[in-house]
């Protein structure tokens, strides 16, 4: 069972940017799949949540409105569209999924490796 995440780089303030987070060994559209991030001297905070049932989404209030998480389920793919992007957007993004089962308020414990987004003019 394993998440990779990908697709960060260097984006100018106010730009766009889509995040992929592909499973391996599992149907990620059975499994609840979270976005987090970690910026330097920071906690990691949960940016975004996909319940597996019936695909209920939350956001963190620093990204809702401006971020989207979505599913291929034919790719076995989560995104995250990541839109008008500020400065403090910047740090490592990390995918991650609960245990079968579980909800977005559940413990994360199958984790994938980081994409750095930076977000600098």
């Known amino acids: 069972v394993q998440l990779q995440a990908s697709g960060g780089g260097l984006v100018h303030p106010g730009g766009s940017l889509r995040l992929s987070c592909a499973a391996s060994?599992?149907?990620?559209?059975?499994?609840?799949i979270g976005w987090f991030r970690q910026a330097p001297g920071k906690e990691r905070e949960e940016v975004s949540c996909?319940?597996?049932?019936?695909?209920?989404?939350y956001y963190a209030d620093s990204v809702k409105g401006r971020f989207t998480i979505s599913r291929d389920n034919a790719k076995n793919t989560v995104y995250l569209q990541m839109n008008s992007l500020k400065p403090e957007d910047t740090a490592n993004y990390y995918c991650?999924?609960?245990?079968?089962?579980?909800?977005?308020?559940?413990?994360?414990?199958?984790w994938g490796q980081g994409t750095q987004l930076t977000v600098s003019s």
């Open positions: 060994g599992f149907p990620l559209e059975k499994y609840v």
């Open positions: 991650a999924a609960p245990r079968y089962g579980d909800t977005c308020h559940d413990e994360f414990v199958t």
């Open positions: 996909s319940n597996a049932d019936d695909y209920t989404t």
